[in-house]
């Protein structure tokens, strides 16, 4: 009887991890057609139908994440300046640069294009057809169909051969360019957060106030290779007796602590919008260190060290085999 079922596991254990191989290869394939048309269809309507329209300002909100860079909206639409900026789509607000974002006020109008009956702002189109980001993407989403690919190819002879002396070397290549370049820009993306701790920790010039909370979001991931989200809107009024508005993203320890009531925080009166949480406890740097997004940059750090360190030896190992060549041909 065991026998026959380590038998039936030899046979039924290879078939079931084709079939989920098989599956994310269709998955991968599908994110990338379905990536392209909409990046495509968005590009397509701009150039060939651009509407030009305007929209009236209500208000200003800024937003962080805990690994991005500051973002910054106009409020396009009355009653949502207490919400999460999670909670905003498409038409009830646009995001702007910095300097746009300083230089509006509430009550000016802010141009724009009207796209399938929505407000887009100049900066949402540039984000949403942003050419460098779309092709970063899809090179990385792009790498397992091509190993799937390579594998099955491989167990053909007359591909195996071809592979071996034409395709082998340049496929190999390519992949190397795509995974250091995924790494790089990984590594690349940890700027703002390494930025945000900086001028935490090195900005003498921050003045401490609570702020009020106006709005939660969270959202939950019950997967453990995605990370779940916590958001806190709040306001605050400035030196300069202005209400500033912000969402920011917050470990859950913070969450669940401030998510009633006031936040306290610390702001430079000189960039007001840019906002730090005041307490900042053990269990929060716990909850930071343990995120995906957190061990994939480091993975990251690591493999790519790994890279440099074996080219190094490459190069090193290469040019000893030379000096060798060079003082044996003397001898």
Known sequence: MRKRKNRKNQVLKPFIYKIIAFVIFIISIYFIVHHTEK????????????????????????????????????????DFSGKTTTHLNIGDSGTVTKKEFDRLKIGDSIEGYSIEGK??????????????????????????????????????????????????PSIVGIIAISTVGGLLYSIYSMGPMLTNWYQKIADKNQIETTALITDTDEDINYSK????????AFFYINEDKKVIHITKEVTPHTYYKYQYGGLPITYNPN??????????????????????????????????TIFILIFIHLLKSKKEDKRLKVFHGNR
């Open 39 to 78: 990046y495509l269809h968005l590009k397509k309507e701009i150039s060939r139908n651009p509407e030009f329209a305007t929209a009236n300002v209500f208000n200003k909100v800024a937003s962080q994440g805990l690994f991005t860079g500051m973002n910054y909206h106009v409020l396009i639409k009355p």
């Open 119 to 168: 407000f887009y702002t100049k900066q949402d189109v540039k984000r949403k057809v942003n050419t460098f980001t779309f092709f970063i993407v899809i090179m990385l989403f792009s790498l397992y169909p091509i190993g799937y690919l390579i594998y099955l190819l491989d167990h053909l002879k007359k591909f195996r051969s071809l592979f071996n002396r034409i395709l082998g």
């Open 225 to 232: 290779n995605h990370d779940s989200h916590y958001y806190l």
């Open 271 to 304: 960039d007001p919008y840019r906002v730090f949480i005041k307490n900042i406890e053990f269990q929060d740097v716990v909850n930071f260190i343990l995120t995906n997004a957190f061990f994939s940059k480091i993975i990251s750090v690591i493999i790519l």
